[in-house]
């Protein structure tokens, strides 16, 4: 079976794929596999309503079983920014840059506490059927990187989750995995995929 991971980000990709991956039955496919096409518009007012209009966006481009991905941070003293939009929040195409500007916007203030989601959506063309999984997890934002920069996901280097002494890029990929926001929405989406893989080989058998 192929599914798309419809998601540009590289950061992102290989987070999803370090558990996606390990499903038996699964090709997955990447947006470099297909022509170019424009990003669709994120107007969605939460992180599911985006991961669905992506993954419908580009199963419908495509004629192919998609699966989006929304992602994003909500800061405990700055609740009117970032959240669905906070990639866009900062004008940065730099990771570097983007998490300068970031770390300005709370330079001075005592509340840190941060709320990290992540929100995916598969979606079939064909049968029209969907699936949604969400995932969060609560930290704090520290002053400075805490670990090397990851591409596409720079926060990373300054989130510390609750209970944790490490940041999300200091650690293994199984510590991350079990305890994060993207860790958590993925794993759950993993069990309904093997669901859907299942039902189609037993389709393919009788």
Known sequence: ???????????????????????????????????????????????RENALLKAKYFA?????????????????AFPEKFGVRTRREISSSDDVDWLRQFLELLEGEKNRKATFFSALAYYDPITKKQHMTQGTCRGEITEFPQAPLEKG??????????????????????????????????????????????????????
């Open 153 to 206: 996901i720079p926060v990373s280097a300054v989130f510390l989750p609750e209970g944790k002494d490490i940041v999300y890029s200091a650690m293994s990929k199984e510590e991350k995995n079990s305890i994060s926001h993207r860790g958590e929405s993925t794993h759950q989406m993993a069990e309904k995929l093997k669901k859907i893989v299942f039902s189609e080989s037993n389709e393919r058998v009788s």
């Open 60 to 76: 419908e481009k495509f004629q192919i079983p998609t699966l989006g991905e929304d992602s994003g941070i909500i800061l405990e």
């Open 1 to 47: 079976m192929k599914i798309l991971l419809a998601t540009g980000n590289e950061g992102k990709k290989k987070e999803l794929l370090e558990v996606l991956g390990e499903i038996q039955g699964i090709r997955w496919l990447s947006l470099k596999d297909f022509s170019p096409v424009k990003d669709p518009e994120e107007h969605g007012q939460t992180f």
